[in-house]
């Protein structure tokens, strides 16, 4: 979906190289391990920015690791992350690049937000729209959708991927849903509005079955009840706007779905509940449901009586677009993307600058302390070799 300029390599390529021989690296990053010493950051980056193979691909990965765990592993710098998942675009390593981002503590990638639109990007190009989710999935654990080309990126990588309907387990529900509710929030639009229903549906299927705890845990979410009202309180938002602003038919065609299904499922747990009673009280304390979750759950049948309201009154006002989800998305992008990457390419050029400025810097002290080292090195010679004349 990026513009080629977006996604050209030039202004990245154009920094100033500092060659190195990767054996040699190698094998001084292994010394200097094997002695229990730590090893700079600037080497790490030299390492990942003369990669020039796939296998190369494979070598930094386990130097990523190595430094990671390691007592600097704080210092990997920002461009080293960048420079890492561009080697990986480049020789056709992406799931490289997606291991270490889903595996962030054990390798230290954290990408910025150009950095993830770039992978992204290139899985939305490849058709790949559940490995898009996963990184998706990444910014919204970061909570990096300050970018509008993100957000736009992001969604049509949602929209797609629900578009194939995919079966996705309820742990699965709750990490798709996650990610269309937290990007939903910056975009004040139809499709925002279309994600923010859909995302409160599906966490609010999460609540009702499994409870409250296990839709905040791990995730940037409010930690209270009531997601499926969350839901409805969006229909209201619509209902009472007075702009343009509609709902996309599908994602309440979806709530609704989740509604049945969650009625349906309620209803064969009543059905038995006389035999089972008890056994069901342990089955729901073993998967952390308290009374507050069961609380929360005898509200359903109002919830699905305000939805039935609801969406005829949304269809009553005119506010139920008969356009899919993923076509609102697709209308957006096509309206808002490409003005949204010129300040994204003018902030990209200042970042690559201020890196290039640091990295000279970092080279700069690492001469300054070899010489240093030389330095203290040839005076003990000096003093031994006095002390031996004397």
Known sequence: MLSAAYTDTSVWESREKDPQNLSVLATTMDRTYNRNLPVSSLTVSRFVDNISSREEVDQAEYYLY???????CWYLRDWTIHSWVRQCLKYGAKEKALYTLKNKIQYGIFPDDFTFNLLIDSYIKDGDFKSACSVVEEVMLQEAFDLPSTRILSLHALASYRATRPQLAVSEERV??????V?????DNTVGLGAQLLGNALLGKVEMLEGIHAVFKGMPLFWGHGYLGRALA??????????????PKDTLDDMNDVLQELSSSSDSDSSGAE????EEEKEKKEVGIDEDDQAEQAKLPQYVSRFKELRSQLESLGKVDSASFQASVAALAQQDLAAAEK???DQY???VQAWEAENKQLIQREKEMRAK???EKQERLDAKAAAQQA
Not at 183 to 187: A, P
């Open 234 to 247: 969006v229909m209201e938002r619509v209902a009472a706007a007075s702009g343009d602003v509609k709902l």
């Open 349 to 351: 050029l200042i970042r």
């Open 176 to 181: 798709f849903g996650a990610s269309l509710l």
């Open 183 to 187: 990007c939903g929030l910056r975009e």
């Open 275 to 278: 035999s089972a009673g008890e």
């Open 373 to 375: 080292a030389e330095l």
């Open 343 to 345: 300040p994204d390419l």
């Open 66 to 72: 190595k430094f990671r765990h390691s007592p600097n």
